[in-house]
């Protein structure tokens, strides 16, 4: 291991264990592997950029008593491939079979390593502000209120699709909400409406790839024409059945 890489795997474990130590006695079930992900955050990120490669996210998922499954996504800006997974897979098991005061909080645990797909899913808010433009599947950690202009009534929310087109800064110039467009809360469909998202009140958000989309809309379409058609055939050979 280099020293510029160990120098910044010591710094961020340090970081990330004080971090631990400090909350871990407030900690519900819930919340305690949120803070080992924030250990995990500051030891794996310096061994992923490494390799060259941005670590997109990660995801420290409870499996069973003192087990976890650890998912990491990273990516390239020329694509990630299976090579460059199993590359990143090795350079973090090192790295965690080395750091035991990550690795005896941790206990048993399953790594895998992917890109961050299709549909991915964002974890930062600085994340999104390259993907204006884009179509997101967004999952509120509360209810958030959508006004129709024209009834005047209103509407409760705990998802929303819609097509970012702008991150609004704070005054910090940290994104603290989505400029989303969404389609009118009306029976018009083919209106669309501007709302402004809180980033707090995002629980989990993701794109929608509209290839997928469009291919599975279509899929459903052509099922249908299908099932119409088997039908439509029944009721003929039914009626050619029928007694003269």
Known sequence: MDIGLNTGLNTGLNT?????????NNMSPIEAPNALSDILLAVIQPAVAALSFELWGLECLPSGRNNFLLRIYIDHEQGITVDHCEAVSRQVSAVLDVETAVSDRLGNYILEVSSPGLERV????SQYVNYCGELFNIKLNTRFEIKNSETSTSVFHRRILGRL???QMDKNNEPEALVLMIKNQNQNQNQ????????GMIQKAHLVSEVISETLTNGRKSNKNIKNKNIKNKKLASKGNEPS
């Open 122 to 125: 964002f974890f930062y808010p």
């Open 192 to 199: 669309t409406q501007s709302i402004i998202l809180p980033i």
């Open 165 to 167: 087109q702008a991150v």
């Open 16 to 24: 990330g264990l004080k971090k631990f130590k400090k909350n871990q």
